[in-house]
């Protein structure tokens, strides 16, 4: 994996925006590791009233609706643990409506990718694990 630029990162927890300019620089590392793997990206940040998937891809089998999560370290759980009950609700809710609007014949599956940057803004590589099947 390319190393992300430095200077995003640090902008993106430097500001007000904090939160979201972070969520989607893990969500760019997490879609680019995605294509290099020969996935194909459907849709990012899929919104709808029951809620958002944040990177939806495919390949010749599956339809995978991913949750990204990132956390510096893993030091009050993994972050795939805050893909909670209720958010896990939301997804398959959203998943649903986009399968009605964008019929297909894969097998859909849920997956989450946890992107670890354990030096925060000076974080070089960050670590992502992909957990298929997630719930």
């Known amino acids: 994996m390319s190393d992300p630029p430095a ?12 939160a979201r ?3 989607q620089w893990g969500e760019a590392l997490v879609a680019e590791d995605l294509r290099r793997r020969g996935w194909t990206i459907a849709a990012t940040n899929f919104r709808c009233r029951m809620g958002e998937i944040d990177i939806i891809v495919k390949n010749g089998k599956y339809l995978a609706f991913v949750e990204v999560k990132l956390r510096k370290n893993n030091r009050f ?29 894969l097998q859909p599956r849920f997956d989450v990718a946890e992107v670890y940057a354990p030096q925060g803004t000076e974080t070089v590589r960050p670590g992502i694990s992909y957990i298929e099947n997630a719930f």
């Not at 902008?11 to 904090?18: F, H, P, Q």
């Not at 609700?89 to 998943?95: G, Q, S, V």
């Open 7 to 18: 200077q995003f990162f640090k902008k993106a927890v430097s500001g007000g925006e904090n």
């Open 77 to 105: 759980g993994a972050a795939c643990e805050a893909v909670t009950p209720s958010k896990q609700r939301k997804l398959r809710a959203a998943a649903q409506y986009y399968l009605m609007c964008h019929p297909t014949g």
């Open 21 to 23: 300019r972070l969520g």
